[in-house]
């Protein structure tokens, strides 16, 4: 097993890595900024190197400093955590050949995965339901109308190298289409420097259903069940939940069964999300792979007890999965997990869980989330606030923007009041 690994990254989830390796007797290394120097993962991590200035695009984003930071300290393999360089294949590749391990996918996993077109090419190729439309780039807003009318409105308008309910648009005629393609365009380009679009069926009254994959370097794949994140705002995510109240057994294996076909077809090493749009009817069509730890991860431990970084980190040292599939609900291997072993004849399922992201809005900014620094925090179980570590002198460049919790086990209607009363 590895004997120190860096966390390529910052704040929840890099505590989150420094948890579970501590657990598993592995030494950890943080990076900061000069901003976050007194951030509570710099003080948990066993060491701490300092890589830049504020701003992420002299820091987290800079791979040369990781790759110098690791070997500065003789960590054998990188955790990127989510956002930054998670789903960056060139940073994946540069760091097998540095000899580094990259705790995740291999980069031509990421790279396929992280092209919506090709992504989509794939899927159809494995087999995997994929929703009616046109797979490949749109030259301009004239083409757009016309292949909005072949597919029939309403359509969704999307960004190839699209991602948090950028670059994506709905269009219900062909006025909408023309204005959407070329608004949709323009946003592409200035937030992720790929202007290519496509153009795909709109699934009316569509639920977010995604499915939470895990693969071995020997063929070994499985799915963790779903998490339902149809509660969305601007296309953001606001509620994730599992299991799915939508979803039943034969639905569930089936969406299964075809993550993992998409998951096989790419040679998926790690843990990994396939997103599914569904519709009123049940059918569902793949939407997008993400090639990284969810934020919304945590929802899927709580109801299978199985610790995806932990995982991850294994699979990345060439372990095989200790898990296998067994009517659609992952069943620790021998010699691993004892706790889940006691407990498997206990359908995983009969935990729920959610987990909710609640922003801070601002009405007169026209009710969008509003930035603004926390100084103390109410847990919702207990309604005891707490001092926020590094708040005295974090930077405002730094803003907390939402927080997080998880209603584990808990009413609806009760885990929402908790949740409403703990973030005003």
Do not use: W
Not at 122 to 135: H, Q, W
Not at 145 to 156: E, F, L
Not at 245 to 267: I, S, T
Request: aromatic share 6%; proline share 5%.
């Amino acid at each position: 097993m590895f004997n120190k690994i860096l966390i390529a990254n910052r704040g929840e989830i890099a505590c989150r890595v420094i948890k579970t390796a501590r657990k598993m007797g592995i030494k950890t290394v943080a990076v900061y900024s000069e901003a976050d120097k007194d951030a509570l993962h710099v003080d948990l991590a066993d060491e701490a190197v300092c890589i830049g200035p504020a701003a992420s695009k002299e820091s987290y984003l800079v791979m040369d400093k990781i790759i110098a930071a690791c070997k500065q300290t003789g960590a054998q393999a990188v955790h990127p955590g989510y956002g930054f360089l998670s789903e960056n294949a060139e940073f994946s590749r540069r760091l097998e050949e540095e000899g580094i391990k990259f705790i995740g996918p291999k980069h031509y996993s990421v790279g396929k995965m992280g092209d919506k077109i090709e992504s989509k090419k794939l899927a159809l190729e494995a087999r995997v339901n994929t929703i009616p439309g046109y797979n490949e780039a749109i030259s301009g807003p004239d083409e757009a109308v016309k292949i909005a009318q072949g597919i029939g409105y309403p359509v969704m308008i999307k960004a190839s190298a699209g991602g948090g309910g950028k670059g994506l648009r709905v269009a219900f005629n062909d006025k909408e289409a023309h204005e959407g393609f070329s608004s949709c365009v323009s946003e592409a380009k200035n937030a992720f420097g790929d202007d290519r679009v496509f153009i795909e069926k709109y699934v009316l009254e569509p639920r977010h259903i995604e499915i939470q994959v895990l693969g071995d370097s020997f063929g070994n794949y499985v799915y963790l069940n779903e998490r339902d994140c149809s509660i969305q705002r601007r296309h953001q995510k606001v509620i994730e939940e599992a299991p799915s109240p939508f979803v039943d057994q034969a639905m569930r294996k089936a969406m299964g069964e075809q993550a993992v076909a998409l998951a096989r077809a790419v040679q998926y090493e790690s843990a990994g999300t396939v997103e599914f749009v569904v519709g009123a009817d049940k059918s569902f069509y793949f939407l997008e792979m993400n090639t990284r730890l969810q934020v919304e991860h945590p929802v899927t431990e709580l109801i299978t007890g199985v610790d995806l970084v932990e995982l991850m980190i294994r699979v990345a040292y060439g372990e095989k999965l200790p898990l296998t599939q067994t009517r659609g609900n992952p069943r620790p291997g021998p010699g691993r997990y004892r706790r889940l072993r006691r407990r498997r004849n206990l359908d995983v399922l009969r935990l729920h869980d959610r987990q909710a992201d609640r922003s801070r809005r601002h009405t007169r900014a026209g009710n969008l989330p509003h930035a603004r620094r926390a100084e103390r925090l109410r847990h919702p179980r207990h309604f005891v606030e707490h001092p926020v570590p590094g708040c005295a002198d974090a930077a405002p460049a730094l803003p907390v923007r939402q927080l997080q919790y998880r209603l584990h086990r808990r009413g609806i209607p009760e885990g929402l009041r908790r949740l409403d009363g703990a973030a005003r």
